[in-house]
């Protein structure tokens, strides 16, 4: 239509923020608007003024409603969260879109949780623990095992890593902490946790592997614990600062205490029978990764802790296995999606019940239900129904 291309007065500051906050550069814009570096640059520094339709067009590519363009100042977002990556601080500058874009849509759910809680005249109390670095991870673990209520035997009859993942998640989301599922870079994050305001939120990979998920969803829990939420890959911690490799060495000793008790895998038939050299065959440490539905690297962490094998083994069977784990991403293919439990298994089976029982209440709209829940209209049937039968 001939009146989208006029101008319009943007404030500078605000195309610089919404650029930025999405973490793309000048020249990534120019090329995606199909307009010269330099005309993006007298944009923001209020020299030029875009079009509507350019407006509308970045709208699109920063994720942002078109109502947020035509503010007087840029709206002020909640700093990112803590970086705990190990990597080297060059690959560390900056979180991708991806990644921002995922942070972005964990901390609107905790804040429609809230507004909704609120409009129910309900109130979320989450059920966590304080602790510090000071204490011991194995007693930290033994607690939290006791306080979620999930048994040896009862982690032990999951049929595998999945039955287990949606397990340690129920219980976890009983003690009033929501668990989003939301897919970044692998080689960026394995997961996050935010803690600013009830309720907290753990958000793991849904590109990485159900035992992956399964560590981060302690590693994070211990930084909740700790009251020090931030972003992780729980990789080597040399490139840490010395107070995050304090805290990453407690996060990641805690969650493998948490998945493989210390008296249950010392006093395990397996482990008894075997006369270690200091080394595990293959075939042992699979069975025991079965057993207790963890990876092998978390059976093999645990052994290294107790002395019962070598630093120089496991971090050769840890090279060996990041080469496989490597090639296995380079392979993957995902089939074909199904709406209605990717729905369920990304936002959690909490936040879903408590959107539709604010909708039963006609507190929100359908249209509202649909938006929060990012599923179309025609699959919310059945995505109550899923909700439903899995409490």
Not at 114 to 124: V, Y
Request: hydrophobic fraction near 40%; include cysteine; glycine fraction near 4%.
């Amino acid at each position: 239509m001939p009146h989208k291309s006029l101008e319009v007065v943007v404030e500078p500051k605000v195309l610089l923020w919404a650029r930025e906050s999405i973490g793309l550069g000048i020249q990534e814009i120019a090329k995606k608007l199909k307009i010269s570096k330099n005309t993006v640059e007298k944009w923001e520094t209020g020299q030029k003024k875009p079009k509507l339709t350019q407006i509308e067009k970045l709208a699109k590519i920063y994720k942002r409603p078109l109502a947020v363009f035509f503010l007087p100042k840029p709206p002020e977002d909640p700093p990112l969260p803590k970086d705990f990556r190990s990597l080297a601080m060059e690959r560390r500058a900056a979180f991708s879109p991806k990644a921002r874009l995922a942070i972005r849509r964990a901390r609107r759910l905790q804040s429609l949780a809230i507004e909704l809680a609120k409009s129910l005249n309900r109130e979320i109390t989450p059920q966590i623990s304080r602790v510090s670095l000071l204490d011991d991870p194995e007693i930290v673990a033994n607690m939290v095992r006791k306080q979620l209520g999930v048994e040896l035997p009862m982690q032990f009859r999951w049929e595998d890593e999945n039955k287990a993942l949606n397990g340690w998640k129920r219980a976890i989301e009983k003690s009033g902490v929501l668990i989003f599922q939301i897919s970044m870079p692998i080689e960026e994050a394995r997961g996050f946790s935010l803690d600013q305001s009830k309720p907290p939120v753990i958000v793991l990979n849904l590109s990485d592997s159900p035992n992956g998920r399964i560590f981060s969803i302690f590693h994070e829990y211990a930084h909740l614990l700790l009251n020090d939420s931030g972003i992780c890959n729980m990789e080597n911690v040399d490139d840490l600062s010395d107070e995050g490799k304090l805290t990453e060495k407690f996060c990641n000793h805690f969650a493998g205490a948490v998945l493989v008790p210390k008296e249950a895998l010392l006093t395990h038939e397996i482990i008894k029978s075997e006369n270690y050299p200091f080394e595990f065959p293959d075939e042992t440490l699979k069975e025991l990764s079965k057993i207790f539905k963890v990876s092998q690297e978390v059976i093999l962490r645990r052994l290294l802790i107790f002395g019962l094998v070598t630093v120089d083994f496991y971090r050769r069977k840890r090279k060996e296995w990041e080469a496989k784990s490597k090639e296995g991403q380079r392979k993957q293919k995902w089939g074909r999606q199904n709406p209605p439990k990717k729905c369920v298994q990304e936002n959690g089976v909490p936040f879903v019940s408590l959107v539709l029982e604010t909708h039963r209440e006609e507190k929100i709209t359908y249209r509202d239900v649909a938006d929060y829940l990012a599923v179309p209209l025609k699959h919310l049937p059945k995505v109550e129904q899923l909700a439903q039968s899995n409490p």
